[in-house]
């Protein structure tokens, strides 16, 4: 068990620009989860995969937003046409089966800034 | 739509003290409850999950209680320690898919020695 890791820890960017950043699982992990954090704020969530569908995702993801997770094991979250409303911390998360019994297991972040 | 209100949103405590922080939600109808740790700039850290049939759950100088009806948790730490200096998250998962925990805003906690 490696834990969740995610890369890069810091991107900085121009508005206008886009960025990928990419999330790595628990190996065994089917569930993965993005979820967005502002500062002095709780994590908000974005999306949701179970292996290789995407489940679920909230009114945040906008058009700009999109997701993957190819084959089931690592994803990438792409923003298109960074704003500055977009500076965040974006975390990842895996979870072995549903979340009603069995813990979310967070990575470090990637922490956005868009100038 | 449920909220979730953390409550202090600091606290400085000398160490050794026993501690209480308090976690509420506005809709009872959860499935569970989890409090996790985040250290600066860091991602966060499961610290106990509470199924909804649960009243309480423990490991080790932590206890977090759960009072559903009255939509309230408790995390209890005993026995603070500088190293426990961190902000304190509770969550909770509304939906059956259990896919989308909510966050309150969360308790900055600093254990001075």
């Known amino acids: 068990d490696t834990g969740v890791s995610q890369d890069p820890r810091h991107k900085i960017t121009k508005r206008g620009q886009n960025v990928t950043f990419r999330c790595d699982p628990i190996?065994?992990?089917?569930?993965l989860y993005w979820y967005r954090q502002t500062l002095g704020q709780g994590p908000e969530f974005l999306t949701y995969?179970?292996?290789?569908?995407?489940?679920?995702k909230s009114r945040l993801l906008s058009d700009r937003f999109s997701a993957e997770r190819p084959k089931g094991s690592f994803s990438t979250l792409e923003i298109q046409r960074t704003e500055q409303g977009d500076s965040a911390m974006y975390l990842c998360a895996s979870s072995l089966s549903s979340g009603l019994d069995s813990p979310l297991h967070f990575g470090n972040g990637t922490r956005l800034t868009v100038t | 739509k449920q909220e979730v209100t953390q409550i202090p949103a600091a606290l400085s405590v000398p160490e050794g003290e026993n501690l209480v922080l308090n976690c509420s939600f506005t809709d009872s109808a959860i499935y569970n409850l989890q409090w996790f740790r985040q250290d600066p700039g860091k991602g966060l850290t499961s610290l106990l999950l509470?199924?909804?049939?649960?009243r309480e759950q423990t490991s080790g100088r932590l206890n977090a209680s759960l009072d559903k009806s009255s939509g309230r948790s408790t995390l209890y730490i005993v026995a603070s320690q500088p190293g426990d200096s961190a902000t304190y998250l509770c969550a909770v998962i509304s939906n059956q898919a259990g896919t989308a925990l909510i966050f309150g805003k969360g308790t900055t906690l600093s254990v001075s020695s």
């Open positions: 995969f179970q292996n290789e569908a995407q489940l679920e």
């Open positions: 190996s065994e992990h089917n569930r």
């Open positions: 509470i199924q909804s049939s649960q």
